[in-house]
């Protein structure tokens, strides 16, 4: 068996060619932005897996899923991928992108921006893509909560309103990335009452040339005790960096330093994704 720092799993990552101005959004200006350099800091960091997550910039899933391919043969398999759709493009949009995703059996999961398009989770125009993760059994990560575009807007990003897709389907696991920051409650409250959705705690972080970064570290990792505490677990809880935005191993930190059981850490750091996206 692998050591347990071989099996750490970092769920949110993003290795694309269209990622926005890397210099001015990078933790670090002189950043290795090459599956070389990713690979490098999971290595230092412990991390075996990182889940790559295609951007809402990527201008089509055909291109998503033939970048995430060649990430995933790149990394010799390290590099597990995940391809997003825009539900706003239309119902054809809809249906081209799981007629691609339906030809990728190396999907990890699908992924939903709302806070950066204009549409609910709930979006009826989604029915197809839950449909699709059910019946391939993907998780669907939605990201929730502050946006990097400055353009987005949030009211479409509140974690509440993944309640009800994840009442109505049942058979779909949910992830609500960072947390729903800033409305962490709402997110512990969600993984609280429904048992199928989820949570990583990527992307809580400025550049650490913040002028107050260890107090932010500081505040971010007393919300995500708080969240563990709500729940009352640490089962549907994920480790995750938003790397290029963090640091893969502050964000390690975040989660090494937390006030809980060291089997919980481990949980978090790779257990619980190895579960979740059947990386075993």
């Not at 030809?103 to 806070?115: D, F, H, R, W």
């Not at 990583?200 to 995500?224: I, N, V």
Request: with cysteine; net charge negative.
């Amino acid at each position: 068996m692998p050591p347990p720092e071989g099996r750490r799993v970092d769920v949110h990552v993003h290795l694309t060619r269209y990622w926005p101005d890397l210099v001015a959004t990078a933790y670090r200006p002189d950043l290795d932005y090459t599956v070389r350099g990713l690979l490098s800091e999971l290595d230092a960091a412990g991390v075996g897996t990182a889940i790559s997550i295609s951007t809402v910039e990527t201008p089509d899933v055909a291109t998503s899923v033939e970048e995430g391919r060649a990430l995933l043969r790149e990394s010799g398999g390290r590099l597990r991928t995940v391809s997003t759709v825009d539900p706003t493009a239309g119902d054809a949009a809809v249906a081209q992108a799981i007629d691609a995703w339906d030809q990728a059996p190396e999907l990890a999961a699908l992924k939903l921006y709302p806070g950066y398009r204009s549409f609910y989770p709930h979006d009826k125009r989604l029915d197809p893509v839950y449909e699709f993760a059910a019946r391939r059994r993907l998780p669907v990560m939605i990201h929730q909560g502050d946006t990097l575009a400055k353009g987005g807007l949030v009211k479409f990003a509140r974690p509440v309103e993944v309640d009800e897709v994840a009442v109505r389907w049942p058979d779909v696991r949910f992830v609500i990335c960072h947390l729903g920051n800033p409305w962490v409650e709402e997110t512990a409250e969600l993984v609280y009452k429904n048992a199928n959705v989820w949570t990583d705690c990527s992307g809580l972080l400025a550049k650490p040339t913040a002028p107050y970064f260890r107090e932010m570290f500081e505040r971010a990792r007393t919300r995500l005790a708080q969240l563990i505490a709500t729940v009352g677990d640490a089962d549907r809880v994920l480790y995750g960096s938003d790397w290029p935005l963090e640091s893969i191993a502050t964000a390690v930190e975040l989660v090494e330093t937390l006030p809980i059981h060291t089997e919980d850490r481990e949980r978090i750091l790779g257990e619980n994704a190895r579960r979740l996206f059947a990386l075993d």
